[in-house]
Each structure stands twice: as structure tokens, then as C-alpha cells.
T-cell receptor, first 114, second 113 residues
Framework: QQPVQSPQAVILREGEDAVINCSSSKALYSVHWYRQKHGEAPVFLMILLKGGEQKGHEKISASFNEKKQQSSLYLTASQLSYSGTYFC???????????????FGQGTILTVHP | DAGVIQSPRHEVTEMGQEVTLRCKPI?????LFWYRQTMMRGLELLIY????????DSGMPEDRFSAKMPNASFSTLKIQPSEPRDSAVYFCASSPVPGYGYTFGSGTRLTVV
């Protein structure tokens, strides 16, 4: 039930773009994206709801393909501050239970070099 | 808003000892989650509460783990007896309602020797 993220790691130079994917074998209600810097807590970036639109946050945006149960996180013109581990968290609402419960992917390590 | 507050930040204990981790969620957040993070297993949900009531504890590893939420502003996660394999970072997170992002606390780094 854990979503699968790809790639496992990405190395970029400042200004380059990256895409991180998150796939689930289950029908999803929502997908969350978080960024965690070393030694810190995960920080919420955005949420995509079933039937919702693509979201954006400065130069970071995401999409949710309900047919494929996939979400993608787009980082454009990357900055040094974007470095960290990115996690997707997926919510399944089967039978009206488990509202709000997130299962996290294994994470994608993003490193941005000057 | 002080965010989600966890204590202690670091805990080192000997195998067999009881460990209690504490969490104060953001006021008004009805959902509280306990996660454990390790390199091998990533972020695992242990248990979560809605309005102080445990909703899903299927992630609790075994009977050595227990969690309580006696009121809306306080929750504990207890491990008794602790074992070296319990070493991990334990995060508490809260959310106002489903459909909103989680706010994580700073975590408790537990080391059992």
C-alpha cells in the first residue's frame, strides 16, 4: 500500500528542472507532498485532491492523474534551498474509513549544486 | 502559533527501560498522528487520533507500544520495555481536518542501547 516514488535520487545544478513521481496501486483520494531537510521535520508543500486542479507553489507545482493514480511534483529553475528529501503521502478513503491517514513513499533525495 | 511541540528532542535509554514521548498539537487541530522514521522503513504511521479517540493503531509494532490522548492538547507514546530496534526518530503531526496538510513536530530522536 506504500506509494512508489521515482527517481530515488536526483542531482541538479542551480536553475535546472526536475520531476518527481509518485504512484499508487490503490485508488487515491488525495496526494500530499512534503520536503524534509536533514535533521529536520517534514514540511508540507501542497495537497492535490481527487477531482482537483493542478497546484502551484512559487516554482514548485504538482499534478494528479486520477486514472493512473499518479502524482508528479515539478521543480523549475531549482535553487540551492530546494535540496532535501521529498516525500509523497497518499490518502485512501475506502469504505469511509481512514480519513486523513497518510501513507508515505520512500522519498526522493534532491541535491542542488551551485 | 508555536506549532506542534514534542519532547524530549533526544532520548538515550538502556534496553528494557520505559520511554515516554510527548506531543502537544496545534490548538484546534482535531487529528493527531504518531510516525516513526528510520532509514530502512522510512516514515511509518504508528497510530492516529481524531478528537482524542484512537482511530487506527494498526501500525503499532507490538504490545510494547501504547499511545494515549487524554485531552485535545496532549498525547503520549510509551514504549515498555524498550529494545535497540526501537531506535528511530519519532514524529508527532497534527491536522485540522482531512484534506489539509500535516504540521510535524521537530521529532524525538530515540536511541536504545
Amino acid at each position: 500500500q506504500q506509494p512508489v516514488q521515482s527517481p530515488q535520487a536526483v542531482i541538479l545544478r542551480e536553475g535546472e528542472d526536475a520531476v518527481i513521481n509518485c504512484s499508487s496501486s490503490k485508488a487515491l483520494y488525495s496526494v500530499h507532498w512534503y520536503r524534509q531537510k536533514h535533521g529536520e521535520a517534514p514540511v508540507f508543500l501542497m495537497i492535490l485532491l481527487k477531482g482537483g486542479e493542478q497546484k502551484g507553489h512559487e516554482k514548485i507545482s504538482a499534478s494528479f492523474n486520477e486514472k493512473k493514480q499518479q502524482s508528479s511534483l515539478y521543480l523549475t529553475a531549482s535553487q540551492l534551498s530546494y535540496s532535501g528529501t521529498y516525500f509523497c503521502g497518499t490518502e485512501i478513503r475506502a469504505g469511509g474509513t481512514s480519513y486523513g491517514k497518510l501513507t508515505f513513499g520512500q522519498g526522493t533525495i534532491l541535491t542542488v549544486h551551485p | 502559533d508555536a506549532g506542534v511541540i514534542q519532547s524530549p528532542r533526544h532520548e538515550v535509554t538502556e534496553m528494557g527501560q520505559e520511554v515516554t514521548l510527548r506531543c502537544k498539537p496545534i490548538s484546534g487541530h482535531d487529528y493527531l498522528f504518531w510516525y516513526r522514521q528510520t532509514m530502512m522503513r522510512g516514515l511509518e504511521l504508528l497510530i492516529y487520533f481524531n478528537n482524542n479517540v484512537p482511530i487506527d493503531d494498526s501500525g503499532m509494532p507490538e504490545d510494547r507500544f501504547s499511545a494515549k490522548m487524554p485531552n485535545a492538547s496532549f498525547s503520549t507514546l510509551k514504549i515498555q520495555p524498550s529494545e535497540p530496534r526501537d531506535s528511530a526518530v519519532y514524529f508527532c503531526a497534527s491536522s485540522p481536518v482531512p484534506g489539509y496538510g500535516y504540521t510535524f513536530g521537530s521529532g524525538t530522536r530515540l536511541t536504545v542501547v
